[in-house]
């Protein structure tokens, strides 16, 4: 199939790349010269794992392409968008410009029978507007929603093999012109089981802001336990272990320490909480105020402890921070709590240093006023104290005595409770995890 795919960001570079690899022929379009110079290259702009092989690889196939001219994706039959739909500045909602932007410019090339296919996380109501103006302009073709589930550092694998397809179709109905389309769009991993649900367009809207509220609300769940356990000489991890083994629960996102960050869940459940009140509803979503507000004490607990780990005062402590990313296996540092946390600490007078495997380049624009010491022995030596603040691997396998001889006082604290406590202690370590003993 000809497919156009708007948007080469985090989730478009990586659909179009997955897209050509299921054997259709894609042209992947973007407003930013960058980005479409690097892809076109078959570089990712952006450290995503496996994608450059990926890039490469489809590239040489012929079927794939990037181009900064929307006139190209005439002729597609299928448009996905996928632009990014931040948080508006200084409010909680979504900021539609960049889908708003690209439909517009698309109109203009949308064909008869062709469907537009909306990727990017979106206030309900978004797809039911876009339709009004889809069918203005042509009226035999069709708008569909099928949101993303891809996470950053998996999203290769998520997108060649999701653990489910949704798609939001007008009329809610699998017999739906645009089902069959989507069907041969996704015939291989429907082929290989991935269950696939056909919903009414805002259903589909809401699947994705429930899926993230509920990721974000059992992150904050663990955290107010580890709030508790701090309190009652608990231990977080055992009781996340404990609790876990019920698959009702389930252990997976029950993991406590710095809270979430990244480009998607805070502002999700931002704009879920402003859309909500305006459709009337929003007493619905208030505990979501408190998961929020959980996930960011997690920073200013973690910059109190750090203070009572260096004795009682930051002035003058030099402080290293493993991790700058959101997250590991990513470059990304959008609302990442590791870099807040850093941030912070320098204001309050520590003299802090940042290291990351990959995402210093991306911290450095974020936070200039930072220093940054891309070699790990170097950014861990005279350190005063280390904050271990995202677990890349080879941060979880540190070794407390090959890490002693470099630092100035050994004092650790695990943000991600990902160390082991009593190795660390053995070794002479002051170490403090969060929700723990
Ligand atoms: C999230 C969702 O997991 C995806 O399903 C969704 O498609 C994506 O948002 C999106 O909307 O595009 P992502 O932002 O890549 O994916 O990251 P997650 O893996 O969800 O992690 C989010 C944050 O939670 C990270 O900062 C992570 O460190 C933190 N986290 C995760 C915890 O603090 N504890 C956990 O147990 C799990």
Redesign the pocket.
Known sequence: MRISVIGCGY?GAVHAACMAKLGHEVIGIDVDEQKIGALSEARSPFFEPGLDQLLKNVQETGRLSFTLDMAEAEGSGVHFICVGTPQKYGENGADLSHVNAAMEALLPYVRPDDIIVGKS?VPVGTAARLSIILAEHEPRAHLVWNP??????HAVKDTLSPDRLVYGVADGSDDHAAVSVLDEVYAAPLSSGTPRLVTDLPTAELVKAA??SF?ATK?SFINAMAEVCEAAGADVTRLADAIGMDDRIGRK???A?I???????PK?IRAFMARAGELGADQALTFLREVDAINMRRRTRVVELTRELCGGSLLGQHITVLGAA??PESDDVRDS?ALSIAAQLQLQGAVVTVTDPKALKNAAKRFPELRYEPDLDSAIGGADALLLLTEWQQYRELDPFDVSSGVAGLRILDGRNVLDADKWRAAGWHYRGLGRP
């Open positions: 989730l996380t993303e589930f891809l996470r950053e550092g899926a993230n990721l992150i996102f029950l993991n320490g809270g979430f960050g990244g480009g998607c869940l999700d959101f997250k709590p």
